[in-house]
Nanobody, 123 residues
Framework: QGQLVESGGGLVQAGGSLRLSCAAS????????MGWFRQAPGKERDFVAA????????IYEDSVKGRFAISRDNAKNTVNLQMNSLKPEDTAAYYC????????????????WGQGTQVTVSS
């Protein structure tokens, strides 16, 4: 179903790593495409990464490509975002979201949203 719960945010120094997790229902995990978005204070909520459950395709926002990796753990019903080489500009609230139909970078495609988890990268 549509209940999503993020975890794993925190404070890390620039160059460090964090791993975010999103817990979802079995049905949601199985049938929905999953994405991560982020929103800094006063900014729009922007796309970060997404993964298709149908073919395993992953897509990324340009600024995180090569540093972040989205993955899934079917046994634990979770979607993860491994974030490496973190930069201060990565600081934001990170949101897990689920799209019922299509793998997309657009917020409008995502029907369900988690509560967010804060990531703060210090310099």
């Amino acid at each position: 179903q549509g209940q999503l719960v993020e975890s794993g945010g925190g404070l890390v120094q620039a160059g460090g790593s964090l791993r975010l997790s999103c817990a979802a229902s079995e049905r949601t995990f199985r049938t929905y495409n999953m994405g991560w978005f982020r929103q800094a204070p006063g900014k729009e909520r922007d796309f970060v990464a997404a993964i298709s459950w149908r073919n395993g395709l992953t897509i990324y926002e340009d600024s995180v490509k090569g540093r972040f990796a989205i993955s899934r753990d079917n046994a634990k019903n979770t979607v993860n975002l491994q974030m490496n080489s973190l930069k201060p500009e990565d600081t934001a609230a990170y949101y897990c979201a689920a799209a019922p139909n299509f793998l997309s970078r657009s917020r409008s495609e995502y029907t369900y949203w988690g509560q967010g988890t804060q990531v703060t990268v210090s310099s």
